[in-house]
DNA sequence: AACCAGGAGACAT
DNA sequence: ATGTCTCATGGT
């Protein structure tokens, strides 16, 4: 199939999406870490939270004690565990110098440098370390998450065993590296998988089947 | 009432 | 390198 031909029938069947949803690049980052498998619904209750408390920045976060902020991003889930992440991923940002101005991180070094050091910060894997770097830093770096697996390997394009790596370089090897492609593409993926590609599917009769002429047999799973 | 959501780390194999 | 367990709230 031809994916950048599947990008088109998705933006023309559920229209631009806007992502990522956060007002400044700081929000994009901490709602990264606090939707790793989360619905996004309660990750904004959590932001939310944060930003009633005056707890949306780098020292802000830092300074705050992590049953504090632990209590405040408490319906995100994982409360624990993310106040440590979020915390890893504040002081990375205050040793970096730009605790003021987070955005000014995609100044430092090129892509591949900035991921390798996204990825040395404890609680940001690959899927979190790519939407820092496409959705907060405006980089070509292609967002695979689970619907990506699953919607691809429905599709046809994915045998469905590939790790993340390899589906990444799936990606950038067919589609131009422009940044506002990626982020349309990504957003677009989601919403796919939220409507035909949930693990139990509802419905099957997916209207982009056209695009894909081998997904009618493709077992669903 | 089980199932799932825009994962990652620790640990064993 | 790859597989399994844990972390936790709130929707459907």
Redesign the pocket.
């Known amino acids: 199939m031809n994916w950048m031909a599947l990008h088109d029938a998705l933006l023309d069947h559920f229209g631009p999406q806007h992502?990522?949803?956060g007002e400044t690049p700081f929000e994009v980052m901490v709602?990264?870490v606090l939707?790793?498998?989360?619905?996004?619904?309660?990750v904004e209750?959590a932001i939310s939270a944060l930003k009633a408390n005056d707890a949306l920045s780098v020292r802000a976060i830092l300074a705050l004690p992590d049953t504090e902020l632990?209590a405040l991003i408490?319906?995100?889930?994982?409360?624990?565990?993310?106040?440590r992440?979020l915390k890893a991923l504040c002081q990375f940002l205050l040793e970096c110098g730009v605790a003021e101005a987070p955005e000014q991180l995609a100044e430092q070094a090129p892509l591949p440098e900035l991921r390798a050091r996204l990825?040395a910060?404890?609680?940001?894997?690959?899927?979190?370390?790519d939407?820092i770097l496409l959705?907060a830093l405006g980089l070509p770096s292609f967002?695979v998450?689970?619907?990506t697996r699953r919607s691809f390997t429905r599709l046809g394009g994915l045998t469905g065993?590939e790790?993340?790596a390899a589906i990444q370089r799936r990606f950038h090897a067919e589609l131009p590296a422009d940044r506002r492609l990626f982020n349309e593409f990504h957003?677009l993926i989601?919403a796919l998988?939220?409507h035909y590609c949930?693990?139990?599917p509802r419905c099957v009769d997916c209207p982009l089947l056209a695009v894909c002429p081998h997904a009618k047999t493709l077992p669903l799973r």
């Not at 910060?121 to 370390?129: D, K, S």
Request: hydrophobic residues 35%; charged residues 20%; proline residues 6%.
């Open positions: 992502w990522w949803p709602g990264a939707t790793q498998n989360t619905a996004w619904t309660h209750r632990a408490r319906p995100a889930g994982y409360f624990n565990v993310k106040t992440r990825l910060v404890h609680g940001v894997g690959e899927e979190t370390a939407s959705y967002v998450d689970a619907y065993d790790s993340y957003a989601v998988g939220k949930r693990p139990k």
